[in-house]
């Protein structure tokens, strides 16, 4: 079974201790497809990562980028995760960025990112390879923009990307969540299970 490395969302006890937190759905939906969840430790991350079959850089679960607001785990999950994203540019990898980790990284290659009240608790519908799909919104951030070598899919609502691809560095993005219910469940499946080379 693959086994696929997990960033972790960050919550704060009421000591202040650092909690990694990762949903359920996840080791779930692991199971379904076929690959192990392991969750990504900050200190340990490079053994970690050269031994696993690719990464996903999770949902923000309770987190956001610090220039949308600025608290100590907003700013530790970022630091902390900016440089994973530099260090997996020399891995041969497949790498899944969800939501908040699809704007950490539209943030990190300086594109346009935008506040949303429109994008949350909301099902979308978008054009995927001449389909229609139908997928979950749970965030209030959009990406607006992002480099040539990436191929968009936008809502057409306010031509904010839903889906990028980068073929040649085996990325895929994602401002769904598939790990939660979608209408069209089966496609999103099927592109998980192709960017990992599942089953």
Known sequence: MKKIIITPSISLSKNKNINYIIEKNWYDYGKKLGFKIEILDYKNYKSQLKNSDGIIFSGGNGNDLQRFKKNYKNIYREQNEKIILNFIKKLNIPKLFICYGFQLLANS???????????????????????????????????????????????????????????????????????????????????????????
């Open 109 to 199: 290659l300086r594109c346009q990112l935008k506040k949303s009240n429109n994008h949350v608790k909301k099902i979308h519908e978008l054009n995927f390879h001449n389909k229609k799909i139908f997928v979950n919104s749970f965030h209030t951030v959009i990406v607006k923009s992002l480099p040539k070598t990436y191929k968009p899919i936008y809502f057409e609502v306010d031509k904010s990307i839903e889906i990028a691809e980068n073929i040649n560095k085996k990325i895929m993005c994602l401002m769904f969540h598939p790990e939660r219910y979608n209408p069209s469940q089966t496609i999103i499946d099927s592109i998980i299970v192709k960017l990992f080379n599942l089953k």
